[in-house]
């Protein structure tokens, strides 16, 4: 059994496990259908709530919403998912999901060190959905800004993502 099934296998009866790759997060549309087999979708607040040891390393620091694993070309992998919705201020909130995400990458590690299940060395995508966000808010300085600040931290370009969009296909779609 590898290292996914494991975790499926894990947590198979809780509420942590998403049974389906396309589902609502916060009334947000989540699309996983292209992700390759076998992967595990797993929902971050549920793993908070069900282990303990991860709940600890995070300490109550924002974290992205879902977290979804898979292999991909023999290399293990993690596309870490915030999710948000239409609401006031949208570049505010674009911001405040960039920040979840860095918060998510810069805890990743330590939580696949106690996790014997997860590979430490995975490759890493980050990404945002979301339901009615203009391009105008993501050309803006400040979110431009802070997406800098997360590419030049951790080596990585955030994919935005429409709601019920496939997030794979945008992935690699985008991805040089």
Known sequence: MGWIEQINHRFRSSRVLKTEKAFVQDRCPVNLTSMPEPSAVLDADELKIRVEDVDNIIDGNPFCDIVALCEHSDEPTAVLIEAKTDRTNLNARTREAISQLSWSFDHFNNISAICNLVPIDCKRYPVLTFT?????????????????????????????????????????????
Do not use: C, M
């Open 132 to 176: 009615k966000i203009t391009d105008a808010v993501l050309r803006s300085p400040s979110v431009k800004d802070e997406a800098r600040k997360f590419r030049r931290h951790h080596r990585a370009r955030i994919q935005y993502v429409r709601a019920g969009d496939d997030i794979w296909q945008a992935i690699h779609q985008n991805t040089p």
